[in-house]
């Protein structure tokens, strides 16, 4: 059984930067991919960034440049890195782990930018 445990998410001012975490419980396949999503209110949720077992990440168009998804593998987390945050990524966020065709999920951080 594989569980996902996300945090650092809060409320920031349009500019600011938030780094989200997520730590991996249990044991799984060391071939992965990595992910964070995101769900606006009343929208579909999207995937943001990813990272695999290798080390290649990949983003949406709308965060490259400001968001860097990295990994600790001691520590079993993989970071989102959130910077010149704008009001359009105000989101719950969801990390997620992808062994071949099974996903697991965290349970969700709130990202809130306002002034």
């Known amino acids: 059984q594989v569980q996902l445990v996300e945090s650092g998410g809060g409320l920031v001012q349009p500019g600011g930067s938030l780094r989200l975490s997520c730590t991996a419980s249990g044991i799984f396949s060391s071939i992965h991919t990595e992910g964070w999503y995101r769900q606006a209110p009343g929208k579909a949720r999207e995937l943001v960034a990813t990272i695999t077992s290798g080390g290649s990440t990949g983003y949406a168009d709308s965060v490259k440049g400001r968001f860097t998804i990295s990994r600790d593998n001691a520590k079993n987390t993989v970071y989102l890195q959130m910077n010149s945050l704008k009001p359009d990524d105000t989101a719950v966020y969801y990390c997620?782990?992808?062994?071949?065709?099974?996903?697991?999920w965290g349970q969700g951080t709130q990202v809130t930018v306002s002034s």
């Open positions: 997620n782990l992808r062994i071949s065709l099974t996903s697991y």
